[in-house]
């Protein structure tokens, strides 16, 4: 392949392969409930059993991004990305054979292991690929996930759920495949002073044509490590320095405010708990296929959003965009209310469920995209392993909580009053992106890294370069 961008879209390609079927596993845990509540099913779930099956994943996410996030940092983005497809596999044998809940439980457990896949995806995509293309690859690898739940409830209509389960192990290959046979991120290996094998690697991935771009990687982090190296600091002492420098503090806010955000649009319970569509619709029969209609909504929004993180800066897309999908929201509860209150005609029964599709689009469309993009860009290139990590902790601490506890808020406030709590959350969180969130569109990584470090306190989004200067002139 002569076009570096053919390689480049290979390599996104792999990844893509990976986070379709973790969404293809995960879209199926709510099918899985609902087989086995049929009658004559070979196995019997309690409610309380039922509620652990889609938290059990959460709860290893944390010492897995961890794990992920030093290791990533030691030994590279490619085979760290390699290891973290081989629970994949587990799960799959697993779930293929499981006869019983702890099977089922113990395959879900390892397939959370996983679930740092994710993280170190984003940021080898936007380490290995073209600002120009950066985002638009990075919504796709998202859409891929919302692809894989909409498959799974497309096909289980058609096979078995453990012939689904088998198939599925075909797009592990294809990525074990590919990423074997790749080079490893040019920045990481900048990183650790191997500047040929960094050459190597960013010609392969980007071509001999942005040259500018790699020098100045290789001379910024020739300076880093040259400054690490005259630091006779004590270990405790640099992990401090690490913790407070200006950069990661402000790129974890960032990140952690990114990652809140997808666990209050409400859609990890809709996936989890199909008994939220249940309540919506009032139509328990063609409850999958209402599911369906939003994974392929889903599916939409993000397709739009990879087009239009092309053409937008990120902030015009997220608060031009994101403020009317918040009005939506408070819309959706609104009516979601009147329902619950028995108030709404019999001839708008379509109005709630219609609603939510609507509101779904509007968010993956204007949001989720462009933030899971912006979550792989801010990190500085010497703190994106322990980034993994403390973004890591609080992603799975809310996620445990919001799945966990979605059984609970049902009963008491009911849907209206769980998306409630949501809409207000997700204000609370884009007020304080207004402030904070720098715009990322068409910059190169370094460029950012050196805007959130805000060198003499200049502005975010203004002087780059000469930023820049400064610090390597330091």
Not at 59 to 69: D, E, K, M, Q, S
Not at 464 to 469: D, T
Request: proline residues 3%; aromatic residues 12%.
């Amino acid at each position: 392949m002569k076009n570096p961008m053919y390689k480049q879209l290979l390599y996104a390609f792999a990844l893509w392969c990976h986070q379709f079927q973790i969404g293809f596993i995960y879209g199926l845990q709510g099918l899985l409930i609902l087989n086995f509540r049929k009658p004559g099913s070979l196995i019997h779930l309690t409610a309380a059993q039922e509620s652990w099956i889609p938290a059990i994943t959460t709860l290893v996410l944390f010492p897995t991004r961890v794990i992920a996030g030093v290791l990533t940092t030691r030994y590279g983005r490619k085979w760290i990305l390699v290891l973290l497809v081989m629970p994949n596999l587990i799960t799959v044998v697993t779930l293929y054979f499981a006869y019983d809940f702890t099977m089922l439980i113990s395959a879900y457990l390892i397939c959370g292991f996983s679930g740092a896949a994710s993280a170190v995806q984003s940021i080898a995509i936007a380490e290995c690929c073209s600002p120009r293309i950066r985002g638009t690859l990075l919504d796709i690898k998202y859409t891929m996930v919302v692809f894989g739940f909409g498959a799974a409830r497309l096909c289980e209509k058609f096979f078995d759920w453990r012939h689904l389960i088998l198939i599925s192990i075909l797009p592990l290959l294809v990525t074990l495949t590919i990423m074997i046979l790749s080079h490893d991120s040019p920045a990481w290996l900048a990183s650790q002073g191997r500047f040929q094998e960094c050459t190597k690697a960013f010609n392969w991935f980007r071509g001999e044509e942005e040259k500018e771009e790699l020098d100045k990687l290789i001379e910024w982090q020739d300076r880093v490590i040259t400054k690490k190296s005259a630091d006779r600091s004590g270990k405790l002492r640099r992990i401090a320095k690490v913790l407070m420098d200006k950069g990661f503090l402000k790129a974890t806010m960032i990140t952690c405010a990114c990652l809140l955000f997808y666990d209050m649009t409400g859609r990890i319970p809709v996936i989890a708990y199909l008994d939220i569509l249940n309540s919506i619709t009032k139509d328990p029969a063609n409850v999958n296929y209402y599911a369906f209609l939003i994974d392929m909504c889903d599916l939409l929004g993000l397709s739009l959003s990879a087009i239009l993180v092309t053409k937008m800066r990120r902030r015009t897309l997220v608060f031009g965009l994101g403020i009317p999908t918040l009005l939506m929201l408070y819309t959706f509860c609104g009516i979601s209310y009147i329902s619950y209150l028995n108030l709404l005609p019999a001839r708008l029964s379509w109005l709630p469920v219609t609603v939510m599709v609507v509101y779904f689009f509007m968010i993956n469309a204007c949001a989720l995209g462009t933030f899971f993009t912006i979550q792989s860009e801010v990190y500085p290139l010497a703190f994106r392993g322990v980034g993994i990590a403390v973004a890591g902790f609080v992603f799975t601490l809310s996620t445990f909580i919001i799945v966990k506890m979605t059984p609970t808020f049902l009963k008491s406030v009911g849907v209206h009053g769980l998306f409630s709590i949501f809409a207000i959350i997700l204000s609370l969180i884009m007020l304080f992106l207004y402030f904070y969130l720098p715009e990322t569109f068409n910059k190169t990584l370094q460029n950012i890294e050196v805007e959130l470090k805000d060198v003499g306190g200049t502005d975010l989004t203004t002087n780059v370069e000469a930023n820049e200067k400064m610090l390597i002139n330091k």
